[in-house]
């Protein structure tokens, strides 16, 4: 499963590149506008950092202005995967895009209908959103399940980015469902090391280490 930061934050992005486990990243325009800074140069300098896919989205809502924007976007880097939201202006975009040869992550899907029909535009991705399902009392890995099936039926090559991830267990639930990514706030990245009994067990190792040398 690749791991993938959900935030436009340099500083954490840098954190978690350090510690050699992260294959990308995602934003998306509340995360950018979080940063305060020019989303442009935000996003330069995460491909600076990353050595996977960097995610950015759109924010046209008509196929030509996002067609335009993903060729901006795309011409930044080559690491830039363009986020298009599930709409029918953006599968005539991605279906258009694929053609160029520009990768695509269909965001904001909520269904397994909306996945398969991204799939069949030619995305690359697809962002099923968990944790807003869940939110609503909805469930939302039961959504990845369904996408994640659909997909191995008819040999979709689309990867599920399962997104929208709100603690461990949403990570844990999608690589048991075999998920080929999460993409999760630096937050729920952190936890995913830590363990009480980890840190109990090298206290007492340390100490009876300690002893040995007296
Ligand atoms: C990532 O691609 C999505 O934009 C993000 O995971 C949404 O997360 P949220 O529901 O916490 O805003």
Known sequence: MKFFLDTANVREIAQAQELGVLDGV??????????????????????????????????????????????????????????????????????????????????????????LIAAKAGASYVSPFVGRLDDRSENGMDLVSKIIQIFDNYGFETEVIVASIRHPMHVVEAALLGADIATMPYSVFEKLFEHPLTDVGLAQFLKDWEKLQR
């Open 26 to 115: 995602t934003t998306n325009p509340t995360l950018l506008a979080k940063e305060g800074r020019d989303p442009v140069q935000v996003i330069r300098e995460i491909c600076k950092i990353v050595d996977g896919p960097v995610n950015a989205e759109v924010i046209s809502t008509d196929c030509d202005g996002m067609i335009a924007e993903a060729r901006r976007w795309a011409e930044l880097d080559e690491k830039i995967v363009v986020k298009i939201p599930m709409t029918r202006e953006g599968m005539k975009a991605v279906s258009r895009l694929a053609d160029e040869d520009i990768p695509t992550n269909v965001t904001l899907i909520f269904s397994p209908s909306q996945a």
